[in-house]
């Protein structure tokens, strides 16, 4: 099984972040990494990250043995990333290049 998680672009003039209704939208969204792929950075099924940090806890026991990747045939860099917990802000995924 494959799943994918999906970096946010950053594009002159702002940055870009992915809504699941229209596609990559301008906004002040900091967040680096809010999809990737489990397994191998050559996948390309995306998984969506939970912004809520409740719900990242569940997330994060229901893939305790999997590797999350950003993912190449997103656009990402290739790097593992691990999840990154906030109460104050939504949720993402981060890795040294990401």
């Not at 999809?35 to 569940?58: C, F, S």
Request: glycine content about 12%; proline content about 3%.
């Amino acid at each position: 099984m494959s799943t994918s998680i999906v970096c946010e672009a950053n594009a002159v003039g702002g940055t870009m972040s992915w809504d699941e209704g229209r596609g990559f939208v301008r906004g002040e969204d900091r967040r680096q990494i809010q999809t990737a792929v489990l397994g191998g950075a050559g996948l390309d099924d995306p998984l969506m990250l939970p912004l809520e940090a409740i719900e990242l806890d569940a997330f994060r026991r229901r893939h305790e043995h999997d590797t999350f990747w950003c993912g190449l045939l997103l656009g990402g860099c290739g790097l593992r990333l691990t999840t990154k917990l906030y109460t104050d802000r939504v949720c993402s995924l981060s890795s040294p290049a990401c």
